[in-house]
């Protein structure tokens, strides 16, 4: 069974602090790992895809990671409007509808 | 903003009653998805749709019902609900399911069944 394990389920960080998210996973075949931004009250918003170990891919102040068992969100110098809940997935090559979330870190930014 | 718009926001039922959620798109894309979210829990994937008339089951999709009659609608009907389907409720599109599986997300449907 596909799993995604993510750490911390909270982090409080002060603005400028950089600091990362990790998500475990275990999965049978990996065909992409996948990090999403959710907004109180709102749907995930895509970030990144991540197909293989060793690839990284930039956005603004994050940067995603992949290794053959984890991914790493690392979040440069955060500012407040970074404060979210950022989901990890990943999907198994074995059928495209089987996309496994993992429950989130939620991070704050204080000012 | 993708273009999915989820009806209704809220919904308060009690248990028995039939529900369903409507899931609409403009962007035409081909796959649909319900999924819910529960805390403690990651999105679980509910039902889904690759086509019009063309759907399957998801990993939770225990006490659901979908349709699809067109492309832009997708449907979501809770037959008679329970108390265990007190959740939110997203809608999901993707265009393909190749090197662009992207999901995009509506604004969900909180539904709280009494």
């Known amino acids: 069974e596909d799993q995604v394990t993510q750490s911390p389920e909270a982090l409080r960080l002060q603005e400028g602090e950089s600091s990362s998210l990790n998500c475990s996973y275990t999965v049978s075949g990996l065909r992409g790992l996948f990090w999403y931004r959710q907004d109180p009250g709102k749907g995930p918003e895509f970030l990144f895809t991540l197909y293989s170990a060793g690839e990284e891919k930039e956005k603004e102040r994050l940067k995603a990671t992949l290794t053959k068992k984890e991914s790493f969100l690392h979040i440069t110098a955060p500012k407040p409007e970074d404060s979210a809940t950022y989901l990890c997935?990943?999907?198994?090559?074995?059928?495209?509808?089987?996309?496994?979330f993992g429950t989130g870190t939620k991070l704050q930014v204080i000012p | 903003d993708a273009g999915i718009t989820q009806s209704p926001r809220h919904k308060v039922t009690e248990t028995g009653t039939p529900v369903t959620l409507r899931c609409h798109q403009t962007e035409n894309h081909r796959y649909m998805y319900w999924y819910r979210q529960d805390p403690g829990h990651g999105l679980r994937l509910i039902h889904y749709s690759y086509g019009v008339k063309d759907t399957d089951k998801g990993e939770v999709s225990d006490g659901y019902s979908v349709s699809r009659s067109k492309t832009e609608d997708f449907l979501l009907t809770l037959e008679s609900a329970t108390s265990s389907q007190t959740s939110v409720y997203f809608c999901?599109?993707?265009?393909?399911?190749?090197?662009?599986?992207?999901?995009?997300f509506g604004s969900g449907t909180q539904l709280s069944v009494l």
């Open positions: 999901a599109i993707s265009e393909s399911t190749g090197a662009n599986e992207k999901l995009f």
């Open positions: 997935a990943v999907q198994a090559s074995g059928g495209y509808q089987k996309v496994t």
